[in-house]
């Protein structure tokens, strides 16, 4: 058996990505959706044509470095989620970061996360940013998640939390006072 090291890589997505976006959305978030809103295939569809914005949004995949395929280009992997982040003067807003439910549990999203975060700390010419991101109230389990990556939720309604991550506070530390 060959030992396989398996890196994450990203790419710029295009409008040809549409579709490749929509299936990991319905893989990694429909069950939450679902509950809160109901799932209506048709426009859920249109929703997702309005709002998608390839220039904010990266595909990440799986890149196999094992010694008997090396070379492999970006593309030929397996896309298993993606990364949409809008870059504002005052703060990296993650808008989505879904990762197919059958590639979660494996330190993708915490690998992906970790790398934002060290982006936000460290913009070049300028003081680090807050990372801020919406999650489910439902999604237990993704509250949990970026709570370990040391953000706090700074504020709520009947259906989401928004949640921060100061720069240079390391995760799992606590907030300011």
């Given amino acids: 058996m060959v030992n396989k090291e398996v890196h994450i890589g990203y790419r710029q997505s295009t409008l040809a990505d ?55 280009k970006p593309g030929e992997d397996a896309a298993f989620g993606y ?6 003067d005052t703060e990296i807003f993650l808008a989505n970061i879904l990762i197919e439910d059958a590639y979660q549990g494996q ?18 010419g300028r003081p680090g940013l807050p990372v801020r991101l ?21 504020s709520r309604d009947g259906i989401k939390y928004v949640m921060e991550k100061r720069p240079g506070r390391a995760p799992g530390s ?4």
């Fill in 107 to 124: 330190g993708l999203g915490k690998a992906v996360m970790r790398q934002l975060i060290l982006e936000a700390d460290g913009m070049p």
């Fill in 18 to 72: 549409i579709d490749l976006t929509y299936r990991i959305k319905t893989r990694s978030i429909k069950t939450y959706v679902s509950r809160i809103y109901g799932w209506d295939e048709d426009f859920q569809m249109s929703f997702h044509q309005k709002n998608f914005r390839p220039e904010n949004t990266r595909i990440l995949y799986l890149e196999d470095v094992s010694p008997d395929r090396p070379g492999r």
């Fill in 134 to 154: 919406e999650v489910f109230r439902i999604n237990k389990r993704a509250r949990a998640f970026y709570e370990r990556l040391g953000f706090r939720a700074i």
């Fill in 174 to 177: 606590s907030p300011e006072k």
């Fill in 83 to 88: 990364i949409e982040v809008e870059y504002r």
